[in-house]
């Protein structure tokens, strides 16, 4: 069974609740992970779920603990959190750098994915900021140095290109529209599987040992719409993806 550690995809919100000449602070907790994750455990695949804020001093520090998962998938958390631990960060300790270390942990046979969101790959006003990490060398694509996110509230339907590809055997016919995405551009070595708007969608590449990929939409709300989520393909998709990393496919 493939050890897969998801890493990101939760916030925490604070809203402030005014009552004429009164106001309070509440604090809530989210995880934009649950449909996706449902979706691999429907397929057959345990997940492990870093929140985002257990990241910079739980996210795994070197290559033994990275060697406890075949997969890795990072969703919607910036590079910020891997690159300053809590160590780093209030006391000025040299730590590793964990972006390093997967490129070397994928290079030596692990399996890489990121997925899309308002802090992945550049992200919202550039702040994801993996372009300029050494991960910008692992993915199938190149990323830009600015704000990628495209967003399409109208809807914009996907397409199969890589027909060739193994993970063209889950995509179903007329997937539902997708809300928006990060833009990338596939690296001449990639794999081109699925576009949308006829940008990257899904791209895929080995590097070294290993294999990443890129799926450039939420793996929920609110660029993967519920219509997504609900569509007879997502489990089948989903759990391809992973298992292609795995070399399960």
């Known amino acids: 069974m493939a050890r897969v550690l998801l890493a990101g995809e939760s916030w925490v919100t604070q809203s402030t609740h005014y009552k004429g000449f009164d106001s309070f602070t509440s604090v809530t907790f989210h995880s934009g992970a649950d449909d996706y994750i449902g979706a691999l455990n429907r397929q057959g695949i345990d997940v492990e779920h870093m929140y985002a804020h ?6 795994p520090s070197d290559l033994e603990a990275l060697r406890a998962y075949d997969v890795v998938i990072l969703s919607d958390i910036g590079a910020n959190s891997f690159l300053l631990p809590q160590d780093t960060w209030l006391h000025g300790r040299s730590r590793s750098n964990r972006l390093r270390l997967l490129g070397e942990w994928v290079n030596a046979g692990g399996g890489l994915m990121m997925a899309g969101g308002y802090l ?42 890589g027909s060739d590809h ?23 070595e990639a794999q081109v599987v699925a576009t949308v708007d006829d940008d990257v969608l899904i791209a895929t590449a080995e590097y070294g040992a290993g294999r990443s990929l890129v ?29 292609w990393l795995q070399r399960k496919i």
């Open 54 to 59: 257990d990241v910079p001093d739980r996210f």
């Open 120 to 161: 992945s790959f550049q992200g919202f006003q550039a702040r994801a900021n993996f372009a300029r990490t050494p991960l910008a060398e692992v993915l199938p694509v190149l990323m830009s140095d600015y704000d990628d996110r495209v967003e399409a509230p109208e809807g914009v339907r996907p397409s199969l290109v």
């Open 166 to 188: 193994p993970l063209a055997r889950a995509w179903q016919s007329s997937p539902p529209p997708l809300l928006g995405y990060n833009r990338v551009t596939a690296k001449p």
């Open 215 to 243: 799926w450039t939409c939420d793996i929920g709300p609110h660029w993967c719409p519920a219509e997504f989520c609900q569509w007879e393909g997502f489990d089948p998709l989903m759990g391809a993806m992973v298992r």
